[in-house]
T-cell receptor, first 112, second 109 residues
Framework: KAGVTQTPRYLIKTRGQQVTLSCSPISGHRSVSWYQQTPGQGLQFLFEYFSETQRNKGNFPGRFSGRQFSNSRSEMNVSTLELGDSALYLC???????????FGPGTRLTVL | SQQGEEDPQALSIQEGENATMNCSYKTSINNLQWYRQNSGRGLVHLILIRSNEREKHSGRLRVTLDTSKKSSSLLITASRAADTASYFCATDSSYKLIFGSGTRLLVRP
């Protein structure tokens, strides 16, 4: 099976812009989660989707949003970018068996 | 907030030696997972241990779980230079993983 794919891999934006990141889960996986990784805060949970429904959300401002499509692919959007949004954004998919999560390579976002 | 805390934060060993990393967590768990990350890339899933298991093996990896002490350990035997990476434990809660701060392992050739 192909692994989790994320696009784009690298992104440079300026403050105030918005960005959309995409994630394709492992075939058959219906749960998709998003995480932000920064040197200061480490790995932090953003949100989780299952069958197009958000089941859990982390402690992030409303500028961070996501959605899941009927084919389980997911997107996350960050509006009004701030310098502090520079991070590695990781997507993970799970088959729900013990919530074993498998991660994609990440999208490195740099906000200038 | 981070549930798991890894110890040590950094570890430097010689190739061929064993590496042991510890993880402590705060609340009850369904399972605990260990991941490896190379140089800011994606996380590679290493092993999952369920709350009713005490020990699990996968190749050169051995994971233990002590739910009474809320702790887990990851042992890498006969380490190789390619094992150089950051290692994270993660606990499962309400459809999300809560990660520890990680252990940076350096294996010197």
């Amino acid at each position: 099976k192909a692994g989790v794919t994320q696009t784009p891999r690298y992104l440079i934006k300026t403050r105030g812009q918005q960005v959309t990141l995409s994630c394709s889960p492992i075939s058959g996986h219906r749960s998709v989660s998003w995480y932000q990784q920064t040197p200061g805060q480490g790995l932090q949970f953003l949100f989780e989707y299952f069958s197009e429904t958000q089941r859990n959300k982390g402690n992030f401002p409303g500028r961070f949003s996501g959605r899941q499509f009927s084919n389980s692919r997911s997107e996350m959007n960050v509006s009004t970018l701030e310098l502090g949004d520079s991070a590695l954004y990781l997507c993970a998919s799970s088959s729900q068996r013990y919530n074993e999560q498998f991660f994609g390579p990440g999208t490195r976002l740099t906000v200038l | 907030s981070q549930q798991g805390e890894e110890d040590p934060q950094a570890l430097s060993i010689q190739e061929g030696e064993n590496a042991t990393m510890n993880c402590s967590y705060k609340t009850s768990i369904n399972n605990l997972q260990w991941y490896r990350q190379n140089s800011g890339r994606g996380l590679v899933h290493l092993i999952l241990i369920r709350s009713n298991e005490r020990e699990k093996h996968s190749g050169r990896l051995r994971v233990t779980l002590d739910t009474s002490k809320k702790s887990s350990s990851l042992l890498i035997t006969a380490s190789r230079a390619a094992d150089t990476a950051s290692y994270f434990c993660a606990t499962d809660s309400s459809y999300k993983l809560i990660f520890g701060s990680g252990t940076r392992l350096l294996v010197r050739p």
